[in-house]
């Protein structure tokens, strides 16, 4: 069972650019990160793009203010044409805001998922902003393939252009087992390696309910 997983796993290893993940999945699968390192482009000597993004979203999240030019050029590895770019970037954005219908999916579907049937596993998509995108159920036999629960999740989560997901599986014993511990390692390295984060794992065991971190 462990060596079909793992050589799904290196069938499957992949690491997308922000620019790579637009193009073959969604602009909406990108965190805040990697949408600033999509506008930046690339770094310079002084810091590379990902610090560069950094420190640009560290100034956003602490104002929560349309970002200045003056301020911005001040962060090291930026020049004039970039913090322009990023200015410009963000001044065209406030003066088309799109109302997005994915808040429309009830927030019951996140926090966390209801728990399951037994023997299933219930998984909801979230887009880059962690707004839910759908719910999907999914039956659990007693055949323990990781790699087929791996690869039908994460096909999912590429097909809707998923940044992260939030999980939940119910199991019919009243302890948790190291299979249940196995499955929950699977899957969040399998999030990992397709560029994706796994925010909660819900397992409930009979009554109990248990969160994996």
């Known amino acids: 069972m462990r060596a079909r997983y793992s050589k799904y796993m290196s069938k499957h290893r992949t690491y997308l650019q922000p620019r790579e993940k637009i193009a073959q999945r969604s602009v909406v699968a ?3 990160h990697e949408l600033l390192q999509a506008i930046i482009g690339s770094g310079s000597k ?3 793009v990902g610090v560069i993004s950094r420190r640009i979203l560290k100034l956003l999240r602490r104002d929560r203010q349309p970002l200045r030019f003056n301020e911005l050029i001040e962060i090291p590895g930026l020049g004039i044409a970039s913090t ?3 200015v410009a970037s963000f001044e065209l954005a406030s003066r088309y805001p799109i109302v997005s219908e994915t808040p429309a999916l009830s927030m019951h579907i996140l926090n966390p998922p209801q728990k399951p049937r037994v023997g299933t596993l219930v998984y909801v998509t979230l887009d880059g902003a962690h707004r839910p995108i759908a719910r999907h159920e999914q039956k659990m ?3 323990t393939d990781w790699s087929r629960y791996v690869s039908s999740i994460f096909s999912q989560c590429i097909k809707e252009g998923a940044a992260s997901i939030t999980i939940a599986v ?3 014993h009243s302890k948790t087992t190291v299979e249940d511990l196995a499955l929950r390692k699977y899957i ?5 390696l397709f560029a994706m984060t796994l925010r909660s794992y819900t397992l409930y065991c009979g009554d109990t309910q248990k969160e994996l971190v």
């Open 46 to 48: 002084a810091a590379s």
């Open 84 to 86: 322009a770019r990023i």
């Open 170 to 172: 119910s199991v019919a």
């Open 30 to 32: 990108l965190s805040d």
């Open 141 to 143: 036999d007693e055949d």
């Open 188 to 192: 969040g390295e399998s999030a990992a």
